[in-house]
């Protein structure tokens, strides 16, 4: 039988993750405040109190850590919006992806403003960001285009209209960023809804 003080000393794999969840705080805070160049690895050690070392045994190197830091900030979404809609109707579910895509620039429009800044300064920040960005943008494309197929029954015309529909949301993503205007900002999401509706009415017509 184990005695208390055994049973109240945290595992290995515990420790390990407290340390990088350390580090990872503390790097999110830097890269955000000071950038991707100016921010350096000891810098990161002193503020998530370990070693250098520890922080290169953890993530490899600075590009490494940078893009665990982008995976950490968006992992919440993607796993929300995969859970949260698949069960849906195809017409509701694709009107709630739009709510789920406002929701996501609204709940992170910090660190969203982070990766456009980071993008701008740092061809190598924006290197390693492309990766889990692209794989964001990609699946939730990819839902967008599963989701009008199932209600067209049309591949080819899915895809097109996803492509389309993606292409004015990320468009909108950059506007709610940098414009505080609430009111220009609801005025695109029902512009947007409207321009859904009467393309799936047109579609369907078809």
């Not at 407290?18 to 955000?32: N, Y």
């Not at 950490?72 to 709510?99: C, D, N, T, V, Y």
């Not at 740092?122 to 197929?149: C, K, N, V, Y």
């Amino acid at each position: 039988m184990d005695s208390p003080n055994r049973r109240t000393l945290p595992s290995s794999e515990g420790r390990k993750a407290a340390t990088q969840a350390r580090i990872l705080d503390a790097a999110a805070r830097l890269f955000s405040t000071r950038g991707y160049e100016r921010t350096s690895i000891s810098a990161i050690a002193t503020q998530a109190r370990v070693s250098r070392a520890a922080v290169f045994w953890h993530f490899g190197t600075k590009a490494g850590l940078f893009e665990e830091t982008g995976r950490r900030l968006l992992g919440p979404f993607i796993e929300e919006m995969r859970s949260s809609l698949s069960h849906l109707p195809a017409r509701k579910r694709i009107f709630e992806l739009l709510e789920v895509y406002e929701s996501f620039v609204s709940s992170y429009r910090e660190p969203i403003l982070s990766f456009v800044r980071w993008a701008l300064e740092s061809p190598q920040a924006w290197a390693t960001l492309q990766a889990p960005l692209f794989a964001l943008h990609d699946g939730f494309m990819q839902d967008i285009r599963e989701t009008l197929e199932e209600l067209l029954g049309d591949r080819a015309e899915a895809e097109r209209l996803a492509a389309v529909l993606t292409a004015t949301l990320d468009g909108t993503l950059l506007l709610d960023v940098l414009e505080h205007g609430e009111a220009n900002r609801q005025l695109r999401r029902e512009g947007l809804r409207r321009l859904v509706e009467r393309v799936l009415a047109e579609s369907l017509k078809e």
